[in-house]
């Protein structure tokens, strides 16, 4: 276990689904040779196949502290990237319209906002996904070479490039399936949680670039940073698939307030419009209990009470949002 | 002191029992059918082996101090995982060199020597803490590797290595990688490895020789 750990904390109610996050990823880490499919982070909508499509049943993680099968998911389930003629259209004359050089049948967020309808209302909520920097990496139990390693100065989980050689034990023991070939490398790559940036005192490029001010960066162990508040002190974010058993370090704050249609003003304790079987089977059984917090928090605050959560939530601004460790005394435990 | 004839018999099945050295044998110039043993579960994880085994032979020739084996089998499919193709549109420099597969794995083969003459033979899984092998690596679709290891986990390259090489062509379905090492030490054995890319075979999921000797 690292003596520090980051951590992300992102709030689903904050989240529009834009995919600024997976651009300011996409274009900082991810543009090179092999990576096309790749989005170390990525915003899919739930209920939905998510991405790699059926992730959530694709195996992976530990149960009675062993590995349990996983998938090796094709790149039919990432989606095949696909490229447009334009060459041919635009400069060489040639009458072919542009079309993708695939007949595409699945992308990323292939069914955005498509959701699911329970007793005539539709719903849907974004769930934005990095590498979960987990405590207990399966894909570090996995790697029969000990490229995978957890940094015990900030729990970052990361993929040495130079051991690695593609053998892909650690794709098929992620549970989350947060790590992705690049055929071309030969190697496996993953989410490095921005530590360049960190060292820097700058939050990760998905964080500083959210439009929604939705996440939240910290040692988990540091009492000054917005991550322990919500986790530990407020108990209000939850980690994703904690059945798996790897101890995940990015929480979410569930979706808690879309009442439906009619019951203005109730919320999900009340009449969920989502049921809490979808929340649950993401977040665990505490997903109701985190549920009853917020809602007394938002009882406050419509009060005209103080709710410091709300206030912490609604993160006004970077100093609110993210402690960077670099700016921080040492000594914080994680 | 006579020998007691009720020990003859435990004896000589101790002697056969615990071979002081592996006598598998290589004869140059021949055609030798290859014993190959398939590597066990590693992991609770690990997929199944193969039902049937892999017949793979090996001919060995000898030039002065230089040893060239070709290593030949039945290889129907072609599996590549490295230096993917560009795509059609692939003149456009912003174009990026894309992942064709994500879960096809590579056919690769190896041969392996030890560093340097012990009393014993290293282990034969990439050798052991205390005697180092020398590998020399053909991946399909990627350049020749010599790697050098001290047992599971431990295989990397060989920095200083010269004098290992490999190159592999098709004949029909059987593909043939031929090994090449110069200023060979014929006092040392050889081992062999065969990944299959089409059965999942990558790391230890791999068709293994037991040591060789070389004779000319």
Known sequence: MAKTQYAMVMDLNKCLGCQTCTVACKKLWTDGDGMAYMYWNNVETRPGKGYPAGWTSAGGGFAGGQLLPGEIPPIEKYGVPFEYDYSQRLFEGKGKPVMPHVDPSFAPNWEEDVGENDRGENFYFYLPRICNHCTHPACLEACPRKAVYKREEDGIVLIDQERCRGYRQCVRACPYKKIYMNEVAGVSQKCIFCYPRLAQGTANACAKQCPGRLRFVGLLGDPESPVHRLVRVHKVALPLLPGKGTGPNVYYVPPFNPPRRGNSGKGLLEDPRIPWKTLTDLFGPKVKEVAQRLEAELSTAQAGGRSEVLQLLIGRDDSVRYRIAAKTPAGHAG | ?216
Do not use: C, H
Not at chain 2, 36 to 56: Q, S, Y
């Open chain 2, 1 to 216: 002191m006579r020998f007691p004839a009720s020990l003859a018999a435990p004896v000589l099945l101790l002697a056969l029992a615990v071979p002081a050295r592996a006598d598998f044998l290589l004869a140059a110039g021949k055609e030798t059918a290859l014993l190959l043993n398939r590597t066990p579960a590693i992991f609770l994880t690990d997929p199944p082996g193969a039902k049937t085994d892999l017949k793979a032979r090996a001919r060995a020739q000898i030039e002065g101090k230089t040893l060239r084996v070709t290593l030949s089998w039945e290889d129907p499919t072609e599996d590549a995982v490295s230096g993917s193709k560009r795509a059609a549109y692939g003149s456009d420099p912003i174009y990026r060199k894309p992942t064709e597969k994500t879960d096809r794995f590579g056919d690769a083969a190896a041969m392996m020597v030890p560093a340097e003459k012990g009393v014993r033979f290293p282990g034969i899984m990439m050798g052991d803490p205390a005697r180092e092998v020398r590998i020399s690596l053909w991946r399909a679709g990627a350049e020749p590797e010599t790697l050098r290891g001290r047992g599971r986990g431990t295989v990397e390259k060989a920095p200083a290595a010269a004098g290992f090489s490999a190159a592999q062509r098709r004949s029909g379905s059987r593909r043939e990688v031929a090994f090449t090492i110069q200023e060979f030490d014929p006092e040392l054995p050889v081992a062999f490895a065969i990944w299959e890319g089409a059965s999942g075979d990558r790391n230890g999921y791999k068709w293994y020789s037991p040591w060789y000797l070389v004779r000319p």
